[in-house]
């Protein structure tokens, strides 16, 4: 079975903190995503990975970046986490051509 | 401009029940169209992928149609379960040049299932 596994379920972090959120698939896939969840606005594409060091903007990237060193990890970061970054946080990885995607079990993220 | 919408947005039922949860597309250029389950608080379970070219998919009590024509999808979940209530969400996948990276999401339909 696939597995795509978050660093944390649940984080707390300070207004300004620099935030990593860290993703990691076992299955050698070329594609890695990251979606924030909000209530009434569904799942949003943040940044997504084609290949190692390749990266692409989503529909949301403002406030975040992307690191793809290794082909299974996939970190996000919050370069000064802000109150409205509170969300819950989903990596997604899936096969190059038009295959499944597979999520992670969340992260659940809170700026205080 | 791709949008999926699903309908209805909740929906309770008596244990045992057949139902059926809507998807719809409103462009027929698409990959695939997937399934997904969640739990509060989870991530996203995958359920059923449907390709473009497939008219549906079953796993288990579950039964995925696809029409890409109309741009509909239904989820057919026989003899429900209180086990099946969850979060259900729908993505498609487009084929269009330029867009066909990502998916895009319905909001879900959440389905609660009484003992």
């Known amino acids: 079975d696939v597995k795509v596994t978050q660093s944390s379920r649940y984080l707390v972090k300070r207004t300004g903190e620099k935030v990593f959120l860290e993703c990691v698939q076992d299955m050698d896939h070329e594609n890695m995503f990251w979606y924030r969840q909000d209530p009434g606005l569904g799942l949003r594409l943040i940044y997504f990975?084609?290949?190692?060091?390749?990266?692409e903007k989503g529909d949301i990237p403002e406030g975040y970046s992307v690191s793809r060193e290794k082909k299974e990890r996939f970190s996000l970061i919050l370069e000064s986490a802000s109150t409205n970054q509170t969300s819950m946080y989903l990596c997604a990885s899936r096969q190059q051509g038009i295959t499944e995607a597979f999520f992670g079990q969340g992260t659940r993220l809170t700026v205080v | 401009k791709q949008e999926v919408t699903q309908i209805p947005a909740a929906l309770s039922v008596p244990e045992g029940e057949n139902l059926v949860l809507n998807c719809s597309f409103t462009?027929?250029?698409?990959?695939?169209l997937q399934w997904f389950r969640q739990d509060p608080g989870k991530g996203l379970t995958s359920l059923l992928l449907?390709?473009?070219s497939q008219r549906e998919q079953t796993s288990g009590r579950l039964n995925a149609s696809l029409d890409k024509s109309s741009g509909r999808s239904t989820l057919y979940i026989a003899a429900s379960q209180p086990g099946d209530s969850a979060t259900y969400l729908c993505?498609?996948?487009?084929?269009?040049?330029?867009?066909?990276?990502?998916?895009?999401w319905g909001l879900g339909t959440s389905l609660a299932v009484n003992p």
């Open positions: 993505a498609v996948r487009p084929s269009n040049a330029g867009n066909n990276r990502k998916l895009i």
């Open positions: 462009d027929s250029a698409i990959y695939n």
């Open positions: 449907i390709q473009s």
């Open positions: 990975s084609y290949d190692v060091k390749m990266k």
